[in-house]
């Protein structure tokens, strides 16, 4: 009993010293609307209208422009590829449960698989749309990829997946589950 108690003691003291020594650390908010006064939109907001986009950053440190650039893409195709994954599965599994035509099983794999998939297919297509440089120096990159490509390759994927099961391919065509997967697809990812 006692050793219980001298743990949550010192359970109780480093959780206090964390709460404290986070506490002193202040975010100014005029020195925060200074840097971003002059931003483009898309820096706050994390995408632009009309593409499927994310946004990167790197500090412009000792390794030069050029480095701090290839960071801040890298990490703006990571969040593309984050969010078009959600997106995928979502759809895939949603499309799979509302059209019938799987278990829990196959709703899973298909999922996933189409994901995977999809990312890698389309990622290879994204580009730089936009760059912009804070006071700090911190470069800012606006990665994005065409709306209508990353349709398609979902469609194919889905398809592609459902080719490869005999039965669920013949439930697929039989169902005309086509227009069905058209209609997700442009509920996910817009017209």
């Known amino acids: 009993m006692i050793r219980n108690s001298v743990i949550f003691l010192a359970v109780l003291l480093a959780t206090s010293l964390m709460g404290t020594s986070c506490s002193n650390k ?11 006064e002059n931003a483009p939109k898309w820096v706050l907001t994390g995408h ?8 990167g950053s790197a500090r412009i440190g000792k390794s030069g422009m050029q480095f701090a650039k290839t960071a801040a893409l890298a990490q703006g195709r990571d969040e593309l590829a984050r ?31 189409v994901s995977h998939q999809v990312t890698q297919n389309t990622l290879s297509g994204s580009h730089q749309k936009d760059v912009w440089i804070s006071p ?7 990665v994005f990829m ?17 080719k490869s099961q005999d039965a669920e391919w013949q439930a697929f065509k039989a169902q005309n589950a086509s227009a069905k997967l058209d209609r997700e697809i442009e509920n996910v990812f817009g017209k």
């Open 26 to 36: 202040h975010i100014d908010n005029d020195v925060l609307e200074k840097e971003f």
């Open 48 to 55: 632009e209208e009309g593409f499927f986009s994310a946004v």
């Open 83 to 113: 969010q078009l994954s959600v997106k995928v599965e979502s759809l895939v599994n949603n499309f799979v449960l509302q059209t019938g035509l799987g278990d829990d099983q196959l709703v899973d794999r298909l999922g996933k698989q």
């Open 136 to 142: 700090s120096s911190e470069l800012y990159v606006l």
């Open 146 to 162: 065409e709306t209508t490509a990353v349709k398609q390759s979902v469609r194919n994927q889905v398809i592609s997946s459902y």
